[in-house]
């Protein structure tokens, strides 16, 4: 077990490394600067003299070089600079948000967890039932809904017309404010899974050792839950995983649609601010949740499957 | 759902929105831009506006009907740049191995482990709104599935006999690369550009209604969301005809994908999700 955590984490460093290094240089070599295009948009006029202190004032006249060795070096230790909106460290900025946005991508991934796995698992021992052919139809639906529309259309019905939930905001952080916005989540992720635990127990459903427990005179119960859950587990928490670590990502529609004040609006804000090192520091935390979660999940497999011990 | 169905009904899909984007300059009711028109602010679906207006007048299903060819435009663009992308690299990778397999092998993780959205995102917040953005942003940031396909499917055919024939005859690398590799991984490439193009759709969708994408007053659907969502107490019709379009295409896209998945590449149990 120790082996393989070690063995995951050099594998991650060097990963971890390049992302910084892409999200450094994304916004530093390209053209159009973000105080430039300050300008460009229309919307405010700068004074060039006030653009030159900015310029100053925030290393960017530096050369390219040693604001990167700078930024690296800050960013190992966990520095991921001062905003430049509040002037306040990205790393508070961000912990302020982390425990809502962790809590509504969990709320989703459970949501989707819950309904989608028993979904394609029966879905699979049903073939070609009628039950089947509805859940597959629901899921690959599930799969083509923008998430903002159905949230918005879960806003509409839910909130504005029954009146039974908060349309949005955060409020006490409580299940009420939490539904929507989990399940606008949720719907994609859940399909998905559903989808996947229905082929891999389709697929383990054909094996021969299955065919052998039946042959022996086992009962189907003890096939379904001795040999095929087991089996067909491993692609289910790949899945899982996969989906879980990019939920993040996918929040940010979902929490500016919302207005959950998780890491995905701060990013979107971050943006049109132009507050680069906030929009730095969210990228770089949405990644890492997700080389994080994929981290759990190859520990994960060592338990479900004795067959994967690495090296 | 049967592989036929879900070719057919997507397939339809898909047709109908390619036929309504193509035809929209002649189907339309109203110019969907200029039609501006006060005196028709918010008036509901009804016998003049099949699908209502908006708060400055113009038809909700003119626009819609126009929609549809910014969607399939950066649809059907990004998946072209990002399968160019994914199969040069991945076969050459697969092919030639080596240092230059461990780069693009890298470099395919890397992209894994940032969700595409947000890659498309910082893209966006880069080159500032509109098409062309659009189209880099897109194009560029979700190939890597194309190229483990490619590279995998490179990798298993290089050994093959018909390739070791070529070699002997004397066929050089790119030749053999073209003509004796590519067209055998083309059915599961056209698949993931099918569900890529859909996803492609979404995030277009889903960057214009953050207002990063197509801006007003040009008629994307998820343009014509976000400015939707002010109004939805006053307006619901405003929300719910865009949002159908994007689903019905990109259900479409994930329908016809399926349908050929289960035709040109049968073997996929584990990339079937």
């Known amino acids: 077990m120790l082996a393989v955590l070690v063995r995951r984490l050099l594998n991650v460093v060097p990963t971890i490394a390049a992302v910084v290094a892409l999200v450094f240089l994304l916004f530093s070599v390209l053209p ?14 700068i004074d060039p003299a006030v653009m030159e202190r900015m310029r100053k004032e925030m290393g960017l006249d530096d050369p390219l070089a040693e604001r990167f060795v700078k930024y690296l070096g800050r960013t190992a230790i966990g520095d991921l600079g001062t905003s430049f909106r ?13 425990w809502p946005s962790l809590k509504l991508t969990f709320a989703a991934m459970l949501f989707a967890i819950a309904i989608g796995v028993p979904l394609g698992f029966v879905a699979a021992l049903k073939q070609g039932s009628v039950l089947d052919t509805a859940s597959m139809v629901g899921a690959i639906s599930g799969l083509s809904l923008p998430k903002f ?19 949005f905001g955060y409020g006490d952080g409580g299940l009420r404010h939490l539904t929507l916005p989990a399940i606008a989540l949720g719907v994609s992720p859940m399909a998905l899974l559903a989808r996947t635990t229905r082929a891999a127990v389709l697929d383990v459903l054909n094996a021969d050792f299955v065919r052998t427990a039946r042959s022996k005179g086992m009962g189907e119960s003890r096939v379904v839950t001795w040999h095929v859950m087991r089996n067909a587990l491993v692609l289910v928490v790949t899945t899982i995983g996969l989906q879980f670590g990019s939920l993040m990502g996918q929040a940010v529609v979902v929490e500016k649609l919302f207005s959950w004040p998780g890491v995905g609006s701060l990013l979107v804000d971050s943006v049109f601010q132009r507050d680069i090192p906030a929009v730095q520091g969210c990228i770089l935390l949405i990644v890492f949740f997700f080389l994080a979660i994929n981290t759990l999940i190859d520990l994960a497999y060592v338990l479900i499957d004795p067959r994967i011990r690495y090296g | 759902m049967k592989g036929g169905t879900s070719l057919w009904v997507g397939g339809g899909l898909v047709g109908l929105a390619v036929l309504v984007g193509v035809l929209a300059p002649w189907i339309h009711l109203t110019d969907p831009v200029l039609a501006a028109n006060l ?3 918010e008036i509901p679906p009804g016998r003049e506006f099949p699908f209502g207006t908006d708060a400055q007048g113009r038809d909700i299903y003119s ?52 969700p595409s959205l947000i890659f498309a995102l910082a893209i966006m917040a880069i080159l ?24 995998a499917q490179a990798l298993s055919l290089k050994s093959q006999g018909y390739v070791q024939a070529a070699r002997i005859l004397g066929y050089g690398d790119l030749r053999i690369m073209f003509t004796q590799l590519l067209p055998n991984m083309l059915g599961p490439l056209i698949v993931i550009a099918t569900l890529g193009m859909g996803g492609a759709i979404l995030a277009e969708a889903t960057l214009s209604f953050l207002g990063l994408g197509i801006r007003p007053p040009y008629p994307s659907w998820g343009s014509m969301l976000s400015e939707a969502r002010d109004q939805i107490t006053t307006a619901p019709w ?6 159908l379009a994007i689903f019905f295409t990109v259900l479409g896209l994930n329908l016809l994908g399926d349908g050929l998945r289960d035709i040109l590449d049968p073997q996929s149990v584990a990339r079937r999700t």
């Open chain 1, 32 to 45: 159009g600067s973000f105080i430039s295009g300050m300008n460009e948009d229309g919307r405010t006029t």
């Open chain 1, 86 to 98: 509040t002037r306040e460290p990205v790393t508070k900025l961000i912990a302020d948000r982390l």
């Open chain 1, 149 to 167: 529309w159905l949230g918005l259309m879960l806003m509409y019905l839910f909130a504005l017309q029954l009146k039974w939930l908060p349309s």
């Open chain 2, 39 to 41: 005196m028709n602010a």
């Open chain 2, 63 to 114: 626009r819609i009907v126009h929609g549809a060819r910014i969607s399939l435009t950066v649809g059907v663009i990004s998946q072209i740049a990002n399968t160019l992308i994914g199969v040069t690299l991945g076969l050459t990778a697969g092919y030639w191995g080596g240092w230059w397999d461990d780069l693009v092998s890298g470099l395919t993780n890397l992209m894994l482990a940032i």
């Open chain 2, 128 to 151: 500032g709104p509109g098409l062309t953005s659009l189209l880099i942003a897109l194009g560029l940031t979700s190939w890597s599935y194309s190229c483990r396909i490619a590279r």
């Open chain 2, 238 to 243: 405003l929300s719910v005809f865009p949002g």
